[in-house]
């Protein structure tokens, strides 16, 4: 038993520190050749840091598997169980934090997560509230195990389990969206495996220990190759996201723009929005928020109280000028090329103030639509 544990946190450690350098090394050099791409909000200098995070999580299984492989090489001396105790539950809320901070940069995580600095406290603070009752549990109750089940372990299963499933509706929306469907199917299939994989914690004879060590082990390098390709989509993303310097929008007549964006093959295009008056408007909002906003004041509040009732408004303005331009596919604009979420339902339109010229020949007629 001890040749098979010994093996599981070995490998673990060499696959999660090879992981974890990698994603290391992909997120700098990013930073390197697109920080002004990454930067979500050049007024507060927010840098995207996902993947920072996700490297986090896996230098957190290095430091576990290296703490579980001592455990298993001092086993026979109770006087440890404390502090083994201890350190788990310091790991799962090192991990949980982890992933949970990687989610608010996800573009596809749900809604009330992705750039949502207000829920994301409340979850940590029930993150660690959690971990809190796990270790008053184990160290207060002589007997937390009944009929084969570890009641203690029962609160930290459950919001890992829940922490994994709004990890892997991230990961499969992420890849649907870039391209990748049989990768989004396999990254439901491998978060499913690491929810398995948790099961023997609270069910001590889910599985035996081969079969549970090997469980764990297959479903996190899945899950490390996972997020080496979702920092290769991230790669092909940047690449293909129009530099803000280089965009132009002019308003030149009511329900026509002149749009110029050199890497997609844009140069004084002119888009007639036609009866789209709403889709104009909304873009011509924005225009004026980001030519003469200050601040915050730069940005539209998007949603049921907002200026803008509904994000798919801004869908239909992208769409409306892939339809017009009548685009290729991979140099058609996607939402983040012309708007940058700045979180708390706030949006700001990318193209700099200098770069948007607003001279409408507004007239009686053009009002009335």
Excluded at 279 to 291: G, I, P, T, Y
Excluded at 315 to 333: A, D, F, G, H, Y
């Amino acid at each position: 038993m001890y040749t098979i544990e010994s093996f599981y946190y070995i490998s673990q450690a060499f696959i999660a520190l090879i992981g974890a350098i990698l994603l290391l090394s992909i997120y700098y050099n990013l930073k390197s050749r697109y920080l002004d791409i990454i930067i979500e909000d050049d007024a507060h200098k927010r840098i995207d840091k996902g993947l920072l995070y996700l490297s986090g999580a896996l230098f957190t299984w290095v430091l576990s598997s290296g703490v579980g492989f001592l455990q298993g090489a001092i086993y026979d001396d109770p006087s440890y169980n404390v502090l083994f105790e201890l350190s788990n539950n310091l790991f799962s809320i090192l991990n949980n934090s982890f992933i949970l901070l990687a989610l608010f940069y996800f573009y596809y995580a749900p809604t009330f997560i992705y750039q949502n600095i207000k829920n994301i406290r409340i979850i940590l603070g029930i993150i660690l509230c959690v971990a809190a009752a796990t270790i008053v549990l184990s160290f207060s109750v002589e007997d937390t195990s009944l009929n084969s089940i570890n009641f203690h372990a029962i609160p930290d299963f459950l919001l890992s389990a829940f922490l994994s499933l709004l990890l892997a509706s991230s990961l499969v929306q992420t890849f649907k969206k870039r391209g990748f469907k049989v990768i989004s199917f396999l990254a439901g299939v491998v978060v499913a495996l690491m929810i398995s994989s948790q099961l023997n914690e609270v069910f001590p004879n889910f599985l035996d220990d081969f079969s549970n060590f090997l469980l764990r082990l297959v479903s996190k390098s899945s899950l490390i190759a996972i997020f080496l390709l979702l920092a290769t989509s991230w790669v092909i993303r940047l690449s293909s996201t129009p530099r803000i310097t280089e965009m132009q929008l002019k308003f030149i007549d009511w329900s026509v723009i002149e749009l110029s964006i050199p890497s997609k093959n844009i140069v004084k295009a002119n888009i007639d929005f036609k009866s789209r008056t709403t889709q104009f408007k909304n873009l011509l909002k924005l225009a004026v928020r980001r030519s003469y906003g200050v601040g915050d004041g730069a940005s539209i509040s998007v949603g049921k109280a907002g200026e803008i009732s509904n994000q798919s408004y801004l869908s239909r303005i992208v769409n409306e000028i892939n339809k017009s331009l009548e685009l290729e596919e991979s140099l058609k604009l996607d939402r983040r090329d012309l708007f940058t979420f700045l979180g708390e339902g706030n949006y700001r339109l990318r193209i700099l103030p200098d770069h948007i010229h607003i001279c409408l020949l507004y007239t009686s007629d053009a009002a009335d639509e």
